[in-house]
């Protein structure tokens, strides 16, 4: 399923935040989205997953979800939004709960997922005893399990230290290489944004408007650490980015 926004922009109250977006995102890529705080990508996604609508223009899904899709358009936060007092199994099982799958049927969905997250040793751990990184990897699970069309992704490695972001970059890439997935996903940091995206929107400060479209040809698996290209790319999106950010920056203490 592919999602096209043709002309979408966004007031709250008299303020503009986003103006005349129009966007594809293709099934089976990662679609990044960076710019400048406040730019409105955290709106964009709200759009996208219907929580809100566009004050003008329009947001199109294109095809049908996967067949055994519980959820089309599904959420990954940054801050896991688990419960707490549900262990890891628990917390998967309520999304499946929520659309009547139980039993064996549930059983095989969350021993699937948790074994595409390496996670299948902790299953019956509660949140609290586990690691930030693995936390959002039982996020990111418990979103595989709905089986969704597109993934929205709201900088979900933000809260990690440095070496867990490493580590769930490396995560992510070797999922989507055994099953590729649709994300779009919004952050702030452009090493994320080159490393994952197959494609980077680059955003202006509010209101938020397409400055640019980065396209990235490289493979993800071949997009490790100190690749010439990607580091080519990260600088040329910092260009792009460092006016709007300093204007934006600006703009907050102004407030
Ligand atoms: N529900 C709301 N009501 C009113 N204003 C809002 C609402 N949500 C967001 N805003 C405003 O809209 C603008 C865009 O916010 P949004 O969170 O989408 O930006 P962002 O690019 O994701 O920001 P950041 O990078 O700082 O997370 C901001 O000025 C914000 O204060």
Redesign the pocket.
């Known amino acids: 399923m592919d999602i096209r926004l043709s002309g979408v922009s966004?007031f709250?109250?008299q303020?503009e935040?986003?103006r005349d977006i129009s966007l594809e995102i293709p099934s089976g890529r990662i679609v990044c989205i960076v710019?400048?705080?406040?730019?409105?990508?955290?709106?964009?996604?709200?759009l996208i997953g219907g929580l809100?609508r566009p004050s003008a223009g329009e947001i199109h899904q294109l095809g049908t979800p996967p067949a055994d899709c519980l959820n089309p358009l599904t959420y990954i936060f940054q801050d896991f939004a688990l419960l707490p007092w549900r262990t890891v199994r628990g917390n998967i099982s309520l999304v499946l709960e929520d659309h009547g799958i139980r039993g064996k049927a549930a059983a095989e969905i969350i021993r699937d997922v948790l074994a595409r997250t390496k996670l299948s040793d902790f299953a019956e751990a509660l949140p609290k005893q586990l690691s930030g990184g693995m936390k959002q990897r039982v996020a990111i699970a418990r979103a595989l399990a709905v089986n969704p069309a597109v993934m929205l992704m709201?900088?979900p490695l933000s809260a990690l230290d440095s070496q867990t972001r490493e580590l769930l970059m490396d995560d992510l890439i070797a999922l989507w290489s055994r099953t590729p997935f649709t994300a779009v996903y919004?952050t702030?940091n452009l090493a994320e944004a080159v490393r994952l995206g197959h494609s980077i929107v680059v955003?202006s400060r509010?209101p938020?408007q397409i400055r640019e479209i980065v396209h990235l040809d490289t493979p993800l698996e071949q997009r490790g650490l100190g690749n010439a290209e990607m580091d080519e790319k990260q600088k040329y999106l910092w260009q792009l980015m460092r006016d709007e950010a300093r204007a934006a920056d600006a703009e907050l203490i102004d407030v």
């Open positions: 966004h709250y109250d303020t935040v986003l710019g400048p705080s406040g730019c409105g990508k955290s709106t964009l996604l709200r809100e709201d900088e919004v702030h955003m509010r938020g």
